[in-house]
C-alpha cells in the first residue's frame, strides 16, 4: 500500500491510466474514501451512477455494490474495491472503439437508435452486457448495438436487475432478451414480456396529444388506450 493511501502502488498506477471521465471518478473515490455512494456520483454531475460504476467494471476493475444509508436517512447503493479481490485492468477490461470504428457501427444501424429508433445521443453498447459475455478476440464489431441514452440507462437498469445477471450470467439468455434488439425476442431481462418503445418526435408530437386526448376521454392511459385500439381492431 503507499503512504496515506488505500489501495496498493500498482492499482494506483492503473488507476492513473484510466481516461474515462465517469470511471475514473468512481475509481479516485473509492481509493481515496474506501467507497463512493450514488448520491456523491449524482452530485459529481454523472445522472446514472450504475453506468458509472459499470464502467470502471468493463475496464477490469472488480467493483462490488453495497447497501448504506442516504443523506435523508433511505437505503442507496454504494461501490467499494472487494476484499482481496485481483486486479486486472489492461488485461481483460474492455476494448476502447476508434471513431472510425463507433462512426461505422452507427452508420450500420442507420443512425437510429435499435430500440427507440431515436436519431440524437447515439452511443455504442454490448449487445451481451460485457460483464456476462467478456470481450472477444479480434475486430469483431457486431458484438456492439445502437442506443439513445435513454434506452441505454433503461437497459443497464434491467440488466443489473435481471435474474440472469445476478446469477448464471449466461449468454444464452442474454441473446434471446428484448435489450440486444432482436425483433424476435423470447424476454424481457427473464419475464415473459412483449414491448414497444414508441417515441414521437417533433411534428409528431401532435399526433401524440390527439392519442392523449381520446385516451383521456376513454379513462386510459395511454399504452393500455393502444391495446384497446389493437383489441378492438
Known amino acids: 500500500m503507499t503512504k496515506g493511501s488505500r489501495i496498493s502502488g500498482d492499482l494506483a498506477e492503473q488507476i492513473a491510466a484510466v481516461t474515462?471521465?465517469?470511471?475514473?471518478?468512481?475509481?479516485?473515490?473509492?481509493?481515496?474514501?474506501?467507497?463512493?455512494t450514488t448520491e456523491e456520483i449524482n452530485q459529481a454531475g454523472y445522472e446514472h451512477p450504475p453506468r458509472a460504476a459499470r464502467d470502471?467494471?468493463?475496464?477490469?476493475?472488480?467493483?462490488?455494490?453495497?447497501?448504506?444509508?442516504?443523506?435523508?436517512?433511505?437505503?442507496?447503493?454504494?461501490?467499494?474495491?472487494?476484499k482481496n479481490a485481483r486486479f486486472g485492468c489492461g488485461k481483460s477490461g474492455r476494448r476502447a472503439l476508434t471513431k472510425k470504428q463507433r462512426d461505422g457501427i452507427i452508420d450500420a444501424a442507420a443512425g437510429r437508435c435499435q430500440i427507440c429508433g431515436a436519431n440524437e445521443n447515439?452511443?455504442?453498447?454490448?449487445?451481451?452486457?460485457?460483464?456476462v459475455a467478456g470481450e472477444p478476440d479480434g475486430d469483431n464489431t457486431t458484438i456492439f448495438m445502437v442506443l439513445c441514452g435513454s434506452c441505454n440507462r433503461k437497459k443497464s437498469?434491467?440488466?443489473?436487475?435481471?435474474?440472469?445477471?445476478?446469477?448464471?450470467?449466461?449468454?444464452?439468455?442474454?441473446?434471446?432478451?428484448?435489450?440486444?434488439?432482436?425483433?424476435?425476442?423470447?424476454?424481457?431481462?427473464?419475464?415473459?414480456?412483449?414491448?414497444?418503445?414508441?417515441?414521437?418526435?417533433?411534428?409528431?408530437?401532435?399526433?401524440?396529444?390527439?392519442?392523449?386526448?381520446?385516451a383521456r376521454r376513454a379513462a386510459a392511459a395511454v399504452p393500455e388506450y393502444i391495446k384497446q385500439l389493437l383489441r378492438n381492431s
Open 20 to 36: 474515462n471521465k465517469r470511471a475514473r471518478f468512481v475509481l479516485d473515490a473509492i481509493a481515496k474514501k474506501g467507497m463512493v
Open 56 to 82: 470502471a467494471r468493463e475496464l477490469g476493475f472488480p467493483i462490488q455494490t453495497i447497501k448504506v444509508k442516504h443523506s435523508n436517512g433511505r437505503t442507496i447503493a454504494a461501490y467499494i474495491f472487494p
Open 122 to 131: 447515439l452511443q455504442v453498447d454490448h449487445r451481451v452486457p460485457y460483464e
Open 157 to 214: 437498469w434491467s440488466c443489473e436487475h435481471c435474474p440472469n445477471w445476478t446469477g448464471k450470467r449466461s449468454v444464452a439468455v442474454c441473446e434471446t432478451c428484448y435489450w440486444v434488439g432482436r425483433t424476435d425476442y423470447l424476454h424481457v431481462a427473464t419475464e415473459q414480456q412483449r414491448r414497444a418503445d414508441v417515441v414521437w418526435r417533433k411534428a409528431e408530437v401532435a399526433d401524440y396529444e390527439r392519442l392523449r386526448e381520446k
